[in-house]
Nanobody
């Protein structure tokens, strides 16, 4: 599967953005999907994940209550709605796909990655 992330940009503190990740191929609904981010000089970290059945979602503590992950299997797309953005949310955001049966938050367990989209939150 190939992934294309979009929707990043520059926003002020407290603003909102919605990231999208479009997947190619007919097996999108077979993958668990995740969003991760990487700030300069830091390791890539988990943000949110959603199961293939849409029944389960996970969030990092730092984004709970502010970010919402969703997916539309008919459109082969996963979304990340980001509200109440903070300067510490500034990073390159990546979407990823995982073939495994169990939803995971571990970076190294995801099989396919998009190219990333920059999110910058100004103070």
């Amino acid at each position: 599967v190939q992934l294309q992330a979009s929707g990043g940009g520059l926003v002020q503190t407290g603003g909102s953005l919605r990231l999208s990740c479009a997947a190619s191929g007919r097996t999108f609904s077979s993958y668990n999907m995740g969003w991760f981010r990487q700030a300069p000089g830091k390791e890539r970290e988990f943000v949110a994940a959603i199961s293939r059945s849409i029944s389960t979602t996970y969030y990092a503590d730092s984004v709970k209550g502010r970010f919402t992950i969703s997916r539309d299997n008919a459109k082969n797309t996963v979304y990340l709605q980001m509200n109440s953005l903070k300067p510490e949310d500034t990073a390159v955001y990546y979407c990823a796909a995982d073939w495994a049966a169990r939803l995971t938050t571990r970076v190294y367990e995801y099989d396919y990655w998009g190219q990333g989209t920059q999110v910058t939150v100004s103070s």
